[in-house]
């Protein structure tokens, strides 16, 4: 009985985890969810750096959007499973991830989870947003993509 309760405990735990998805496997984000700030970041350039950005898929978390900013401006809602690409200045910029339901584009901030980047033109900055059922949202670089 004791085995039973341990596998089903576990079972429960793994089913809401998520788990990284490649670039490759990783679907556009819809252009409904794409913000007219985002357009600034959507073009190469020869002083720019590429930022990838693919959020996990996985049943925890499943049904809340996730919010990604930039410097503070929200650019983007992603779904599960689904990837951004960006093209940065070279410089310092702030990155941002926040779980909201899209109920406006102008949310509260308060749990908004964010790191510095520091982009050197050419580089290429892949990031996983993952979720975490102890600490929430979770935006990292990765090399799994």
Do not use: W
Request: glycine share 10%; aromatic share 8%.
């Amino acid at each position: 009985m004791k085995v039973l309760i341990v596998l089903i405990l576990t079972g429960i735990l793994l089913g809401c985890s998520t788990s990284p998805v490649s670039r490759e496997e990783a679907e556009n984000i819809s252009d409904d969810r794409i913000y007219a700030s985002f357009y600034k970041y959507s073009l190469p350039g020869a002083n720019k750096a590429k930022v990838i950005v693919v959020r996990d898929a996985g049943f925890l978390g499943g049904g809340i959007s996730v919010g990604f900013y930039v410097n503070g401006e929200l650019i983007s809602h992603l779904e599960r499973g689904e990837y951004l690409e960006l093209y940065l200045d070279e410089g310092e910029t702030i990155l941002g991830v926040l779980p909201e339901v899209i109920i406006s584009s102008n949310p509260d901030t308060s749990d908004l989870v964010e790191q510095v980047l520091k982009v050197k033109s050419g580089n290429n900055y892949p990031f996983r947003i993952s979720i975490n059922s102890g600490n929430g949202l979770i935006l990292q670089r990765t090399s799994q993509l």
